[in-house]
């Protein structure tokens, strides 16, 4: 069974910074393409970042761009997203997922396989 628990949410003011946390269990982390995704209140769940297999490709969605930065450790099981010049915008609950079967990123949330249960971000103004 593989589960994903997120940590490192929280309360930060506009212009701050936090890392979420990922750790993935029950299959080497290696093997799978893995993304954040977040879902702010009242609205549809979206997709924020994505890293293949490796590591050496990512993608964002336009509004995180050059702001966040998702990176893994492999090793440790472990995906993160480095979260700079946060926005109120950014207020939602982040979630970690995985994808077993792709290639390369992946920027559709039907596309993952495994969720983690989320972690809360909220950006004061």
């Known amino acids: 069974q593989v589960q994903l628990v997120e940590s490192g949410g929280g309360l930060v003011q506009a212009g701050g910074s936090l890392r979420l946390s990922c750790v993935v269990s029950?299959?080497?982390?290696?093997?799978?393409?893995v993304g954040w995704l977040r879902q702010a209140p009242g609205k549809e769940r979206e997709f924020v970042a994505s890293?293949?297999?490796?590591?050496?490709?990512?993608y964002y969605s336009d509004s995180v761009k050059g702001r966040f930065t998702i990176s893994r450790d492999n090793a440790k099981n472990t995906v993160y997203l480095q979260m700079n010049s946060l926005k109120p915008e950014d207020t939602a609950d982040y979630y970690c997922?995985?994808?077993?079967?792709?290639?390369?990123?992946?920027?559709?949330?039907?596309?993952?396989?495994?969720w983690g249960q989320g972690t809360q971000v909220t950006v004061s103004s």
């Open positions: 029950g299959r080497p982390l290696s093997r799978y393409v």
């Open positions: 997922a995985a994808d077993t079967r792709a290639d390369g990123t992946v920027d559709d949330e039907y596309e993952y396989d495994y």
């Open positions: 890293s293949s297999w490796s590591g050496s490709n990512t």
